[in-house]
């Protein structure tokens, strides 16, 4: 008796599931999103007058176009749901017109189905403060925040001790690439290892950001002073992603097994935020003893 009552019920879920309205398709709900955009633009934010009669509130579908530089049947049938798929171009003019904030504006780009271009607007060349309490108080665990082009934001006292302190590149900037391609003391392989991977990510960044003065001018010197990074430059690596553990062999303290994490802050997309922790028990002793012994 229990599993034919069992049976029933599931069979009288699944028609209840059947007789439903299926969810909004991608090109639905991305005309859904266009219009409440629109309806919430006022025309005063846009520099339009908004007086007079409006049979809706918000913008009129011509105005829209007008403003992001397309037809309007062309924007009409895009609010209709219809199976086309617009621009990065025109999705970002349409970001524009409704003032959308990034959160928004990559929405605006996955309901599409368009990749989000890459992000080449100004990046913090100062530390955020929020971000530089939490560096410190990663203690007793290395932490650092570099930005886009490398340049040392934050970095943490037990950084300092068990890692050393980057140098100044020519411009003054204490850059984490200029030190690991002009350290003169001989570090070793997991160095080499590192730094060429940093290498790869910096270099990710330079296409983002291909005419940046800043960029340019560090590749330059590093290209001038760095037979290494002249030699590495030509071989056109590329990385954006930092997991895993490494083994340092060579250090003051002893053997240092280590994992290591590269994180990106939601509120600063642009930056990014490494932090080290033991992998044994003898590098977590390591850590809390130069770190006490330091107080």
Same mark, same amino acid.
């Given at each position: 008796?229990?599993?034919?009552?069992?049976? $029933?019920?599931?069979?009288?879920?699944?028609?209840?599931?059947? &007789?439903?309205?299926?969810?909004?398709?991608?090109?639905?709900?991305?005309?859904?999103?266009?219009?409440?955009?629109?309806?919430? $633009?006022?025309?005063?934010?846009? #520099?339009?007058? &908004?007086?007079?009669?409006?049979?809706?509130? #918000?913008?009129?579908?011509?105005?829209?176009?007008?403003?992001? #530089?397309?037809?309007?049947?062309?924007?009409?049938?895009?609010?209709?749901?219809?199976?086309?798929?617009?621009?990065? #171009? *025109?999705?970002?003019?349409?970001?524009?017109?409704?003032?959308?904030?990034?959160?928004?504006? &990559?929405?605006?780009?996955?309901? +599409?189905? *368009?990749?989000?271009?890459?992000?080449?607007?100004?990046?913090?060349?100062?530390?955020?403060?929020?971000? !530089?309490?939490?560096?410190? @108080?990663?203690?007793?665990?290395?932490?650092?925040?570099?930005?886009?082009?490398?340049? *040392?934001?934050?970095?943490?006292?037990?950084?300092?001790?068990?890692?050393? $302190?980057?140098?100044?590149?020519?411009?003054?900037?204490?850059?984490?690439?200029?030190?690991?391609?002009?350290?003169?003391?001989?570090?070793?392989?997991?160095?080499?290892?590192?730094?060429? @991977?940093?290498?790869?990510?910096?270099?990710?960044?330079?296409?983002?950001?291909?005419?940046?003065?800043?960029? @340019?001018?560090?590749?330059? +010197?590093?290209?001038?002073?760095?037979?290494?990074?002249?030699?590495?430059?030509?071989?056109?690596?590329?990385?954006?992603?930092?997991?895993?553990?490494?083994?340092?062999?060579?250090?003051?303290? &002893?053997?240092?097994?280590?994992?290591?994490?590269?994180?990106?802050?939601?509120?600063?997309?642009?930056?990014?935020?490494?932090?080290?922790?033991?992998?044994?028990?003898?590098?977590? @002793?390591?850590? !809390?003893?130069?770190? +006490? !012994?330091?107080?």
């Amino acid at each position: 008796m229990e599993r034919a009552s069992v049976t $029933t019920a599931d069979s009288t879920r699944s028609a209840s599931i059947q &007789g439903s309205a299926p969810p909004p398709n991608r090109h639905e709900e991305l005309a859904e999103f266009l219009r409440s955009n629109r309806e919430a $633009t006022s025309p005063e934010s846009v #520099g339009l007058e &908004g007086g007079g009669r409006r049979r809706t509130p #918000g913008l009129r579908r011509e105005e829209v176009a007008q403003l992001a #530089g397309v037809g309007l049947s062309w924007y009409t049938w895009l609010e209709q749901g219809r199976d086309i798929t617009p621009s990065a #171009g *025109v999705l970002d003019a349409l970001a524009r017109v409704f003032d959308l904030d990034p959160a928004r504006r &990559g929405h605006l780009f996955d309901l +599409a189905g *368009v990749a989000v271009p890459a992000d080449s607007s100004p990046y913090p060349t100062v530390v955020p403060e929020e971000l !530089e309490v939490i560096v410190e @108080n990663l203690d007793p665990n290395p932490a650092y925040l570099l930005n886009p082009r490398s340049d *040392v934001l934050a970095w943490n006292r037990s950084a300092a001790l068990l890692l050393g $302190t980057p140098t100044d590149a020519p411009d003054g900037v204490q850059n984490m690439l200029w030190w690991m391609f002009t350290e003169e003391r001989k570090r070793g392989d997991s160095w080499d290892r590192t730094s060429r @991977n940093m290498l790869a990510r910096f270099r990710t960044e330079h296409a983002r950001r291909f005419e940046d003065p800043a960029f @340019n001018f560090l590749i330059g +010197a590093l290209l001038e002073t760095s037979p290494r990074f002249r030699d590495l430059w030509r071989r056109h690596e590329v990385l954006d992603a930092q997991l895993g553990t490494k083994r340092i062999v060579e250090h003051p303290l &002893g053997p240092l097994t280590i994992h290591h994490l590269q994180s990106i802050p939601t509120s600063h997309r642009s930056l990014r935020l490494t932090q080290f922790v033991p992998a044994d028990d003898r590098t977590r @002793n390591a850590f !809390e003893r130069t770190f +006490a !012994e330091a107080d």
